[in-house]
């Protein structure tokens, strides 16, 4: 009898190990009863999330849930997590934690510090929440915040090639970091961009424009861009191409700023590069699809690698109208999420192993399961999310809030919980399963941070 049950056991790891390609075992599907139960049970993690932060953290940039104490980017702290998670808790109805963080933000909040910050990071995260939570509350505290960041940080635009230096000091003006990348240099015009029009200060719109402008004449023969180049001469240091970290969010605010201003130029660019993109970088396997590296100037195929940034694409296909694409990429990408019970940071697609075991509590997979819910219309999408919803708990919550994991294979946790688990994670776990009245997307685009940013009539017009 043991014998039989040790065969048993070993065919079914057996099993398992050789047929992990396959397509995965179907999660069960949710009614709207179910989904809207799952909506509250991701609110309460929200809350035990944000009274661990409140607990040990407060004032500071992260909780360090393991070792229970706070965590800062900087010298001093810019209050990236209330920032980060304020409009989170105003969607989700945490009004009482959202009240808190808004005046923690409106009365502690310091731009004027001798400390050289991320430009991308700072913009993505405090620019742009900053400016949604104003949105949302009307409290021109945040607009007057805003305003004072994006004054402190558009001297990272005046370099020789119009593409931002990677870090400014936000006191002295003065910028540093000569190698940059697509993702930095074009994932700011948004935040800029809605900061130009609620202020009436075009030069913010102007410079945003330009650097995404700059990115794109530089893209190579093939119509795609490469890894990393040199801001000061403009010209390419790695001329690798494909969709994750680096480049990902460049493609997206292409078509995301033409859903937000309207501005026809980003539209034909995007329109160039998505055909560039699905003709050299998809690469269609059986009933699933992936995007591989390739060579931005020969076309030439590269890597077989897709992680969790890459998983951010299904939801921007979907977003721009190809559902097909959509469909068959989030099918592939929960493949990967069901190999270990959670995404890899990175993995290759080809020979199904993973790459990078971390998990950092990144949100792209459920973010494209979310657009995915609100465009195809199918059951499928929120099944998804109850099931990664289930693993996220599973392996990442703590008693004070939710733990990066160091190995997706062994689970064995880190002690971080980035401020995105607030703006973004939870985020689109909520709205995945909540009813849509719960975000417009008819009236709102997220920004690469899923900061709800509201379309905003140019001064004058």
Not at 172 to 180: L, M
Request: one cysteine or more; charged letters at 25%; proline letters at 4%.
């Amino acid at each position: 009898m043991n014998i039989t049950r040790i065969f048993i056991a070993l065919l079914l790891s057996c099993a398992g190990a050789c047929t992990s390609a396959a397509e995965p075992a179907s999660p069960p599907a949710i009614d709207a009863a179910a989904s809207a139960k799952l909506a509250v049970e991701v609110r309460e993690e929200v809350r035990h999330a944000w009274q661990g932060y409140k607990q040990y953290a407060w004032g500071h940039d992260d909780l360090a849930p393991l070792s229970k104490g706070p965590h800062d980017w900087y010298a001093s702290s810019l209050l990236m997590t209330p920032v980060d998670a304020l409009d989170t808790l105003i969607i989700l109805g945490l009004k009482d934690e959202a009240n808190d963080a808004r005046e923690l933000i409106a009365t502690k909040l310091n731009f004027d510090q001798d400390i050289y910050v991320k430009h991308f990071e700072i913009t993505i995260r405090l620019l742009g929440g900053l400016l949604s939570s104003y949105q949302l509350t009307h409290d021109e505290r945040l607009l007057k915040l805003a305003d004072d960041l994006g004054t402190r940080l558009l001297p990272a635009f005046d370099s020789p090639s119009g593409l931002p230096w990677v870090e400014v000091n936000l006191r002295t003006g003065k910028t540093r970091g000569n190698e940059s990348n697509p993702a930095e240099s074009g994932t700011l015009l948004l935040e800029y961009g809605t900061l130009a029009r609620l202020t009436g200060k075009p030069i913010y719109y102007d410079k945003a424009k330009r650097a995404l402008v700059e990115t794109y004449n530089r893209r190579g023969k093939t119509g795609l861009v490469g890894a990393s180049f040199d801001v000061a001469s403009g010209k390419w240091i790695d001329s690798d191409s494909h969709i994750g970290g680096g480049i990902d969010s460049y493609y997206e605010y292409l078509w995301k700023c033409w859903k937000l201003f309207g501005d026809k130029d980003c539209l034909a660019m995007w329109q160039t590069s998505i055909a560039a993109i699905n003709r050299h970088l998809a690469d269609p396997r059986d009933d699933v699809l992936w995007y591989r590296h390739a060579d931005m100037n020969t076309g030439k195929h590269g890597q077989t690698e897709y992680g969790s940034l890459h998983a951010f694409f299904p939801g921007l296909l979907a977003y721009s109208g190809d559902l097909a694409r959509a469909r068959k990429l989030e099918e592939a990408s929960f493949r990967m999420w069901q190999q270990n019970g959670i995404e890899p940071e990175s993995f290759d697609y080809a020979q199904f192993k993973v790459l990078e075991p971390s998990y950092a509590l990144r949100p792209e997979i459920i973010e494209s399961a979310f657009y995915l819910n609100r465009l195809d219309a199918s059951p499928r999408w929120r099944a998804i999310g109850a099931q990664m919803f289930a693993d996220f708990r599973r392996y990442c919550r703590n008693e004070v809030g939710y733990t990066a994991l160091k190995s997706v294979v062994s689970k064995e946790r880190k002690d971080r919980m980035e401020s995105f688990v607030f703006a973004e994670t939870f985020k689109y776990f909520y709205l995945l399963f909540a009813s849509k009245d719960a975000l417009d997307l008819d009236t709102v685009v997220l920004n690469t941070e899923a900061h709800p940013l509201r379309r905003v009539v140019a001064q004058g017009k």
